[in-house]
């Protein structure tokens, strides 16, 4: 059974950074797109960015990019989230995820309710103060 589990989140002021970590177990991790999303309060999940199986490519939502990086150890099985130059609308619950698929499926679905991602962590909570 596969089990994502993120730490790393907490408050910060805005301008600031975390690094979100999501360790992985029950799988076979180096088979494994993964991905960050998030939600709002009363926003719709929304895509952050995601990273190939070997790490080669990468894929950030156009709201974090050049403020973030991903990227993964496949020997510790686990990803992980840089944020920098946080800002309030950042606040959100992060989530992990998993897709089994290719990585072109994995980023031509990752924006639509049903995408390549089946397995989801709990999330941990990122909260940015002004």
């Known amino acids: 059974q596969v089990q994502l589990v993120e730490s790393g989140g907490g408050l910060v002021q805005a301008g600031g950074s975390l690094r979100l970590s999501c360790a992985a177990s029950?799988?076979?991790?180096?088979?494994?797109?993964m991905g960050w999303f998030r939600r709002a309060p009363g926003k719709e999940r929304e895509f952050v960015a995601a990273?190939?199986?070997?790490?080669?490519?990468?894929n950030f939502a156009d709201s974090v990019k050049g403020r973030s990086t991903i990227s993964r150890d496949n020997n510790k099985n686990t990803v992980f989230l840089q944020m920098n130059s946080l800002k309030p609308e950042d606040t959100a619950v992060y989530h992990c995820?998993?897709?089994?698929?290719?990585?072109?499926?994995?980023?031509?679905?990752?924006?639509?309710?049903?995408?390549?991602?089946?397995?989801w962590g709990q999330g941990t909570q990122v909260t940015v103060s002004s």
């Open positions: 029950g799988l076979t991790f180096s088979n494994y797109v």
């Open positions: 990273i190939s199986r070997s790490g080669g490519f990468t």
């Open positions: 995820a998993a897709s089994r698929d290719s990585w072109g499926k994995t980023i031509a679905t990752m924006t639509r309710p049903n995408n390549a991602f089946a397995s």
